[in-house]
C-alpha cells in the first residue's frame, strides 16, 4: 500500500502549482481523501480534503478550511485512482511539505488521527 505525492516545486507569489497523488497497492475509491500540509512552524494540518460517495452519486463532499477556501480544489479521479490539488493565488504561507493520505469511511474527514495511510510528502515553496 503506498501514495506517492508529485507535482510540488518552487512558485512565485500568486502563482499556481497542481499536485498529484498516486496509490499503489490499492484502489482509492471507497476511500476518503485529504491533503495536508506542515512545516516548521506547523503540525500537519488540512488543506483540502474530500469524501467518498459510495459509487451511488457522481457527487462528492469536500471541505477547505478558511486558509485555502477559494484558491485551492481537491479532486478525484478513482479510475486511474489518483487524487488532485489545484492550488492557485499560492502566497508565502502556503510553503510547506505536502502530504496526501487515505482514510477508510465516507469523509471528509479533518484530523490527521482519522487518515490511515499517508504519501511521503512534495515540497512547495511559494517565494514573495
Known amino acids: 500500500v503506498q501514495l506517492q505525492a508529485s507535482g510540488g516545486g518552487l512558485v512565485q507569489t500568486g502563482g499556481s502549482l497542481r499536485l498529484s497523488c498516486a496509490a499503489s497497492?490499492?484502489?482509492?475509491?471507497?476511500?476518503?481523501l485529504g491533503w495536508f500540509r506542515q512545516n516548521s512552524e506547523t503540525e500537519r494540518d488540512l488543506v483540502a480534503s474530500?469524501?467518498?460517495?459510495?459509487?451511488?452519486?457522481?457527487?462528492?463532499?469536500?471541505y477547505y478550511p478558511v486558509s485555502t477556501e477559494g484558491r485551492f480544489t481537491i479532486s478525484r479521479d478513482d479510475e486511474k485512482s489518483t487524487l488532485y490539488l489545484q492550488m492557485d493565488s499560492l502566497q508565502p504561507e502556503d510553503t510547506g511539505v505536502y502530504y496526501c493520505?487515505?482514510?477508510?469511511?465516507?469523509?471528509?474527514?479533518?484530523?490527521?488521527?482519522?487518515?490511515?495511510?499517508w504519501g511521503q510528502g512534495t515540497l512547495v515553496t511559494v517565494s514573495s
Open positions: 497497492g490499492f484502489t482509492l475509491g471507497s476511500y476518503a
Open positions: 493520505a487515505a482514510a477508510r469511511g465516507s469523509g471528509p474527514y479533518y484530523f490527521a488521527s482519522l487518515y490511515d495511510y
Open positions: 474530500i469524501g467518498w460517495s459510495g459509487g451511488t452519486t457522481p457527487f462528492v463532499s469536500t
